[in-house]
């Protein structure tokens, strides 16, 4: 009777333990798949650093960074004021893309830098507008009269073609997008342009009688669209040709985060916060 007991407890004891490995196996094998599923998560996420203006660059990138986040990528915004240094950021490399220019400056930047920065998408428009300082009404530009317009090649051709397009000048048939003054062939205001730099033309519009201003800076100024006294035609070559885009290196160019952006900067989220935020001043080209 004792050994049937004795065989009793020990196989007891037996169960047990056996029970008591087993958890412990169970245990250690959930904690391994944690940490392979915690391994895995790291190696996936993905960040993404992008150099943008302000206004209305980053306030778009901005509404972008929740839903990327949603597919594992985290968006670092770098605000900017100025329009060389987020191309040199990403050519240096400590920006992975931006966000603030169109395709003729960024041809015009690589020319002039030797560069190869690439577009990979565009996302909006932003519509010059020419706004007033000491004249409120085109109809009473003066002989003489001031115009300040943006100092880089590209932007102020688009300045001239909508001065051209109010008829205050005329320009040679084949001037397009790459107009200059030595362009005008017909200027019977005498008007004299001051060219400055695209962040300091609402700033001086008590100094000159009009001055023509890229959408952004216009709205960092407090101007709105509506208040402008002429603005560029939405269906003009202006539209076609200025819409602003995201550019990176070539080597990024397939990047999928990169591609992921566009493709969320281009849905119809980013396009309704534009539409309602902006009153006019910038127009999405996508939704």
């Given amino acids: 009777m004792k050994n049937i007991f004795k065989k009793a407890i020990a196989a007891g004891l037996l169960l047990a333990l056996t029970g008591s490995f087993a958890s412990c196996a169970k245990t250690n094998a959930a904690?391994?798949?944690?940490?392979?599923?915690?391994?895995?998560?790291?190696?996936?996420?993905?960040?993404?650093?992008?150099?943008?203006?302000?206004?209305?660059?980053?306030?778009?990138?901005?509404?972008?960074?929740?839903?990327?986040?949603?597919?594992?990528?985290?968006?670092?915004?770098?605000?900017?004021?100025?329009?060389?240094?987020?191309?040199?950021?990403?050519?240096?490399?400590?920006?992975?893309?931006?966000?603030?220019?169109?395709?003729?400056?960024?041809?015009?930047?690589?020319?002039?830098?030797?560069?190869?920065?690439?577009?990979?998408?565009?996302?909006?428009?932003?519509?010059?507008?020419?706004?007033?300082?000491?004249?409120?009404?085109?109809?009473?530009?003066?002989?003489?009269?001031?115009?300040?317009?943006?100092?880089?090649?590209?932007?102020?051709?688009?300045?001239?073609?909508?001065?051209?397009?109010?008829g205050i000048i005329k320009l040679k048939d084949d001037a397009g997008i790459n107009a200059t003054v030595e362009d005008i062939v017909e200027n019977p205001l005498n008007i004299q342009f001051k060219e400055l730099a695209p962040e300091q033309l609402v700033a001086a519009l008590p100094d000159v009688d009009v001055a023509v201003i890229n959408g952004n800076y216009a709205i960092e100024g407090g101007l709105h669209v509506s208040e402008a006294l002429a603005v560029e035609a939405n269906d003009g070559l202006a539209a076609q040709t200025y819409g602003n885009i995201i550019a990176t290196s070539p080597a990024k160019a397939n990047d999928p985060a990169v591609k992921a952006l566009v493709e969320v900067l281009q849905g119809p989220e980013v396009a309704k916060f534009i539409k309602d935020t902006y009153d006019g001043a910038v127009v999405p080209l996508f939704g």
């Fill in 31 to 166: 904690t391994v798949a944690s940490s392979d599923a915690g391994t895995a998560a790291q190696a996936e996420a993905v960040v993404l650093t992008v150099g943008a203006n302000i206004t209305p660059h980053a306030e778009i990138l901005e509404v972008a960074k929740p839903i990327l986040a949603e597919q594992g990528i985290t968006l670092e915004i770098v605000r900017l004021e100025d329009s060389v240094t987020p191309n040199t950021g990403v050519i240096e490399g400590s920006l992975d893309a931006n966000y603030f220019q169109h395709v003729p400056y960024l041809e015009q930047f690589n020319k002039e830098n030797g560069s190869d920065l690439v577009s990979v998408g565009a996302v909006h428009y932003e519509p010059f507008g020419i706004y007033a300082g000491r004249v409120k009404d085109l109809k009473d530009l003066q002989d003489g009269a001031v115009i300040a317009v943006p100092n880089n090649v590209t932007n102020e051709a688009r300045a001239l073609l909508l001065l051209a397009q109010e």
